[in-house]
């Protein structure tokens, strides 16, 4: 048997070994994406396409890399730079090259089918083939993919409950989350002791005594001051007094966080003007004082 | 015949041309044939393997060799040495400034017959040999050298309208002194390409110039046998031509020559001005295929690659300033280019 038969066979028993792991390959690769389908719920038959192209992919490229003859030099050390000579000079006929061949062919002998075998990839693979395959059942039969579907659910729809809690009681749910709130020291049963009930609620109807129609004003504590005490604003995180003045003039506003205007406006058209101020005009009591203050004043500049 | 026991039925045949039958019992004892020319050589020469295995690798490729050393280091002698073991015929030319084109490659002379008639006849010079030892070539002017070029090349020579075929092998052996520059005239490139080698010849050490002391301070003479005969030196070149070389060595050959010569930022461009011609991607290929033979092995390696571009290009490269200011040998720079490739 010359040289190139036995390249020929040890090519054939190499190519065996390729196509084994490439194969490990194929089933590697469906396992994964199997899984992958098996939790999302699609068929695994798809699996076959993804693995059938890596396949593919990797025949092409392990095709161009395959070279026994580098292998075996790289392997056999007797064989290195000898047997691509002898390859390279196989048409060749004169007798170094003929010696060449004869010495080849000997140490040819000598090459083990084992050589070819990559134990390390192999054996990797084989045990990865083995615990996607063991994944792949278990994620299958213990229906793994329902009882995270059920955790997903429970998760969502308790998280769904708190929005539609929040977007139906809107103010309400606010203070009972403890914001500040001017309604936030309401409570039912201050509010039933009251004949008339003070005025400044925000919660309309609440109010009501226990007689009906006395609540809001009706009774005797009622009060035109309908804005109510003195309270605190929160502006950027910061609380302010503030005690809104309407007799003043001008319009008030409120709105929420959102633009929405929550309350209408509170347009004040009574203005008085100092003239009719009866709380400002200088009594004839007090000119003189203010006359000599201006003077002062005038002095000092 | 010292090595009578490995040539007895070469010998029979050894008045002919070189048969196929010889160059089988050739290529069997190839290794007992360099060892034993070795060890005759070694009778007289003491240590410069280097030298003698390169001398040796320019015979068997039928190519031309120039070595380069210090005066007393037996350049002239080794040659000699050679050439007796080889049983070929030896002449020698001592290059001087007064040495004529016609010194080296003979001239026509009138001679006088019986009938007392006058013609011209051919006389041959010593290029009419097999081995010439042109000593210390550099002392030769310009134009002796070149009566050297179309003997070297072509192997033939030239005078009037008469071309004079040179006999196989021949081969020229040339010695020059790299530090005695005054009234010399360095060969031209053209002229240095044709040597398939330079080979440097180095001192002994201690140990082998003790050898050479004893040796040539005794009342002993030493003396070489004849080895090889013709045949045998026509065989192994047939034989080196025939050595068997993968594509991959020959692509390494060759990148090997074509990084000598600069381009882009390759070392070449930072040490050489110019690089190799292809001749000496044939040399190279050539001289390894020889170092494979003599060393007994039916391919040629990388090694052999790597060890013959020392000789082979380091005539071949010439250094830019850059080089000769670091103070780089064209060795260096050729070990630098290996390490690139």
């Keep these: 048997m010359d040289v190139l038969d036995k390249l020929k066979e040890a090519k054939i028993v190499f190519l065996g070994l390729r196509a084994y792991k490439l194969l490990l390959d194929f089933i590697i690769g469906f396992l994964i994406v199997a ?48 047997l691509s000579t002898a390859y390279d000079n196989r048409a060749g006929s004169n007798l170094i090259v003929e010696d060449l061949m004869n010495d080849v062919s000997v140490r040819l002998e000598d090459v083990e089918t084992s050589s070819f075998v990559e134990s390390k990839a192999l054996t990797s693979r084989t045990v990865a ?98 804005y109510g005490k003195a309270s605190a604003a929160s502006i950027e995180g910061k609380n302010i007094d503030f005690q809104l003045h309407p007799e003043y003039g001008g319009n008030i506003e409120i709105r929420e966080s959102d633009g929405r205007v929550s309350a209408n406006d509170f347009a004040i058209t009574n203005v008085e003007s100092a003239d009719t101020c009866t709380d400002c005009a200088v009594g004839p009591e007090h000119e003189e004082i203010v006359r000599r203050y201006f003077e002062k004043i005038s002095e000092g500049v | 015949m010292v090595g009578g026991s490995i040539w007895d039925s070469v010998e029979k045949s050894s008045k002919g041309d070189v048969s196929e039958v010889d160059l089988k019992e050739v290529y069997s004892k190839m290794k007992d044939i360099y060892s034993s020319v070795r060890k005759e050589v070694a009778r007289v020469i003491i240590g410069q393997d280097d030298v003698m295995e390169q001398v040796l690798i320019a015979i068997f490729t039928e190519n031309h060799a120039l070595l380069e050393g210090f005066p007393g280091l037996g350049k002239t002698m080794i040659v000699r040495a050679l050439a007796s073991v080889m049983d070929l015929k030896f002449r020698r030319i001592q290059c001087t400034p007064d040495l004529m084109p016609s010194d080296v490659t003979g001239t026509y002379i009138v001679e006088e017959d019986t009938a007392g008639r006058k013609r011209f006849r051919f006389e041959e010079g010593p290029v009419f040999t097999n081995i010439l030892l042109a000593d210390e070539i550099n002392r030769a002017t310009p134009k002796s050298q ?63 110039e003790e050898k050479v002391v ?5 009342e002993f003479t030493p003396m070489v046998n004849r080895m090889l005969t013709k045949n045998h030196v026509l065989a192994v070149q047939e034989l080196t031509k025939k050595m068997p070389i993968s594509r991959d060595i020959i692509e390494y050959a060759l990148k090997i020559v074509s990084t000598t010569r600069p381009s882009g930022k390759n070392t070449a461009s930072h040490y050489l001005d110019y690089g190799a011609s292809p001749r000496a991607s044939i040399g190279i290929v050539l001289a390894s295929k020889a170092r494979a033979l003599i060393n007994g092995r039916n391919y040629v390696s990388k090694d052999d690659i790597k060890a013959m571009s020392y000789p082979v290009l380091r005539h071949r490269i010439i250094l830019n300033f850059e080089s000769e200011r670091k103070g780089m040998s064209t060795d260096d720079v050729i070990a630098e280019i290996l390490k690139e490739v």
């Design chain 1, 35 to 82: 899984v992958l389908l098996q939790l999302l719920g699609v068929s695994m038959i798809l699996a076959v396409a993804p693995a059938a192209l890596y396949f593919i992919v990797q025949l092409f490229r392990e095709g161009r890399k395959i070279n026994i003859i580098r292998h075996l030099e790289t392997s056999y050390g007797g064989l290195r730079e000898r």
């Design chain 1, 129 to 226: 083939t083995v615990v996607l395959t063991f994944i792949l059942l278990t994620v299958t039969v213990l229906n793994i993919r329902g009882l995270i579907l059920g955790v997903i659910n429970e998760n969502t729809d308790l998280s769904n409950a708190v929005n539609n809690a929040k977007e139906r009681y809107g103010n309400e749910f606010q203070a009972m989350m403890g914001q500040r709130w001017e309604g936030s020291n309401w409570s039912a049963e201050n509010e039933e002791e009251k004949l008339g009930a003070q005025p400044g609620g925000s919660r309309p109807g609440y109010g009501q005594g226990p007689i009906p129609g006395t609540g809001f004003g009706v009774g005797s504590e009622s009060s035109a001051d309908i």
């Design chain 2, 214 to 218: 004893e040796l040539y301070s005794s």
């Design chain 2, 146 to 208: 070149s009566s050297l070029l179309e003997a070297m090349q072509e192997r033939q020579i030239t005078i009037g309208n008469t071309t004079h075929k040179l006999e196989r092998p021949f081969f020229v052996l040339a010695t020059q002194n790299p530090i005695e520059m005054e009234g010399t005239y360095p060969l031209p490139e053209a002229q240095v390409d044709r040597f398939l080698l330079k080979i440097k010849v180095g001192y002994p050490t201690i140990e082998e």
